[in-house]
């Protein structure tokens, strides 16, 4: 055997072995993460604020604001919506929604993000202001974006999920929907990512900002200590600002807990390949701390995810049965990680043939996602990351929050 060929043998072998450590990580998961859960004995007396912040979601948000309307056992409970600088019909369309329901407030804002913010957390800092403003003892406040869905117990699940980990922040992971066929491929990865590589009951038990994961989509936090660490001021100017966020509470000695939400959380993030694509880069140039740290993790998945399938098809002996191994470690790994979403919410019902041809298609989402990183670093090189119609970040002068009710 060449010199070349020692190499791809010894690289495809330890690939395999890391594509089987993912699965055994990947099964412990699916066994052993904590789901949300209807269950609760009672109503919740709490006080809760549920905040949407929404930017061109017109035919999104009534979804959300009727869910909303529709939650049971909160006995509490009061909805802040922001338009936050429409272009479209979200302003009028979320008033329809809300009707003439006292505890749903539909606020408009035309100002711009401040320098330095990007314009999540801007939307997020105004209507944690209006939140705290509402309630002279508010004990929980949640954020939810307007692609969400929820059943009808989500707010009390979490609610309680919240109290009974004694926690600063319970995130619910929403099942995630697709669609097109570019979504089936890439964002099962999104739950996959921490499913085959961090094992969730040790890391809820851990305040290592390290093991933090979390989910913007749906994230309750204690009131208290989401004030206490200057709320969404610590992350003004983070592209991962729910990420962020979680790991401040964590060195602030405060718990954060990743839960299931499949079978009362969905969402649907984009909508085909463009959405899909502006959505990612906005991001991933940031996700593994900039250029070199995601030329290292790319570097890793690579061996393990697509030398394997490559030497199962073109090796031979004992590089063939590598390959083998690490492919079906890695379509077991992907089996294993979507029975953490594999609840349904009322109405919806799960394929399981979907399931099994989108896992065996691991390599091609894997490839997917290696290009829409390489993607989102040269757009952030180019200075061009747009999300909603407007740049990532803020850099020049915004005028006041200006909003009504």
Same mark, same amino acid.
């Given at each position: 055997?060449?010199?070349?060929?020692?190499?791809?043998?010894?690289?495809?072998?330890?690939?395999?072995?890391?594509?089987?450590?993912?699965?055994?990580?990947?099964?412990?998961?699916?066994?052993?993460?904590?789901?949300?859960?209807?269950?609760?004995?009672?109503?919740?007396?709490?006080?809760?604020?549920?905040?949407?912040?929404?930017?061109?979601?017109?035919?999104?948000?009534?979804?959300?604001?009727?869910?909303?309307?529709?939650?049971?056992?909160?006995?509490?409970?009061?909805?802040?919506?922001?338009?936050?600088?429409?272009?479209?019909?979200?302003?009028?369309?979320?008033?329809?929604?809300?009707?003439?329901?006292?505890?749903?407030?539909?606020?408009?804002?035309?100002?711009?993000?401040?320098?330095?913010?990007?314009?999540?957390?801007?939307?997020?800092?105004?209507?944690?202001?209006?939140?705290?403003?509402?309630?002279?003892?508010?004990?929980?406040?949640?954020?939810?974006?307007?692609?969400?869905?929820?059943?009808?117990?989500?707010?009390?699940?979490?609610?309680?999920?919240?109290?009974?980990?004694?926690?600063?922040?319970?995130?619910?992971?929403?099942?995630?929907?697709?669609?097109?066929?570019?979504?089936?491929?890439?964002?099962?990865?999104?739950?996959?990512?921490?499913?085959?590589?961090?094992?969730?009951?040790?890391?809820?038990?851990?305040?290592?900002?390290?093991?933090?994961?979390?989910?913007?989509?749906?994230?309750?936090?204690?009131?208290?200590?989401?004030?206490?660490?200057?709320?969404?001021?610590?992350? *003004?100017? =983070? &592209?991962?600002?729910? %990420?962020?966020?979680?790991? #401040? @509470?964590?060195? $602030? /000695?405060?718990?954060?807990?990743?839960?299931?939400?499949?079978?009362?959380?969905?969402?649907?993030?984009?909508?085909?390949?463009?959405?899909?694509?502006?959505?990612?880069?906005?991001?991933?140039?940031?996700?593994?701390?900039?250029?070199?740290?995601?030329?290292?993790?790319?570097? *890793?998945? =690579? &061996?393990?995810?697509? %030398?394997?399938?490559?030497? #199962? @098809?073109?090796? $031979? /002996?004992?590089?063939?049965?590598?390959?083998?191994?690490?492919?079906?470690?890695?379509?077991?790994?992907?089996?294993?990680?979507?029975?953490?979403?594999?609840?349904?919410?009322?109405?919806?019902?799960?394929?399981?043939?979907?399931?099994?041809?989108?896992?065996?298609?691991?390599?091609?989402?894997?490839?997917?996602?290696?290009?829409?990183?390489?993607?989102?670093?040269?757009?952030?090189?180019?200075?061009?990351?747009?999300?909603?119609?407007?740049?990532?970040?803020?850099?020049?002068?915004?005028?006041?929050?200006?909003?009504?009710?």
């Amino acid at each position: 055997m060449t010199t070349a060929g020692r190499v791809i043998a010894g690289a495809t072998a330890v690939g395999a072995v890391l594509s089987v450590s993912t699965a055994a990580i990947s099964v412990f998961n699916a066994v052993t993460v904590p789901r949300l859960s209807r269950a609760t004995d009672s109503d919740v007396h709490e006080s809760i604020v549920v905040c949407v912040p929404a930017r061109n979601e017109q035919e999104q948000l009534p979804l959300l604001i009727a869910d909303l309307r529709a939650q049971r056992r909160c006995r509490d409970l009061r909805i802040l919506i922001l338009d936050d600088g429409s272009s479209d019909d979200t302003l009028a369309a979320a008033r329809a929604a809300a009707g003439d329901d006292a505890r749903v407030h539909v606020v408009e804002s035309c100002a711009e993000p401040p320098p330095g913010w990007t314009g999540k957390a801007a939307a997020c800092r105004t209507l944690a202001g209006l939140a705290f403003e509402m309630s002279d003892h508010l004990d929980a406040i949640v954020f939810v974006d307007a692609d969400v869905r929820l059943a009808e117990d989500a707010i009390a699940a979490a609610a309680s999920t919240l109290r009974r980990y004694d926690a600063a922040l319970v995130c619910p992971w929403p099942k995630q929907i697709s669609e097109s066929v570019v979504e089936h491929l890439v964002q099962p990865l999104l739950g996959f990512s921490w499913m085959s590589t961090l094992p969730i009951r040790l890391a809820n038990g851990s305040l290592r900002p390290s093991t933090t994961v979390s989910c913007g989509q749906f994230m309750m936090f204690d009131a208290a200590a989401y004030r206490d660490i200057g709320g969404h001021e610590s992350v *003004a100017a =983070s &592209v991962t600002e729910d %990420l962020d966020i979680a790991r #401040a @509470l964590r060195r $602030s /000695g405060r718990g954060t807990i990743l839960v299931s939400g499949a079978g009362l959380v969905e969402c649907r993030m984009y909508d085909g390949v463009n959405d899909l694509r502006a959505g990612y880069s906005r991001w991933l140039w940031n996700a593994f701390g900039g250029t070199g740290g995601s030329i290292a993790v790319l570097s *890793a998945v =690579s &061996v393990m995810y697509l %030398l394997p399938p490559v030497a #199962a @098809l073109v090796g $031979s /002996g004992a590089v063939r049965r590598w390959g083998r191994i690490g492919y079906g470690a890695a379509v077991l790994s992907r089996l294993a990680a979507a029975q953490v979403e594999s609840a349904d919410m009322p109405g919806r019902s799960t394929d399981v043939l979907r399931c099994a041809v989108e896992s065996s298609a691991h390599p091609l989402s894997v490839a997917g996602y290696l290009w829409l990183t390489i993607d989102s670093h040269r757009s952030h090189r180019r200075g061009n990351l747009m999300w909603k119609q407007r740049p990532l970040i803020a850099e020049e002068e915004s005028p006041a929050i200006e909003g009504r009710s």
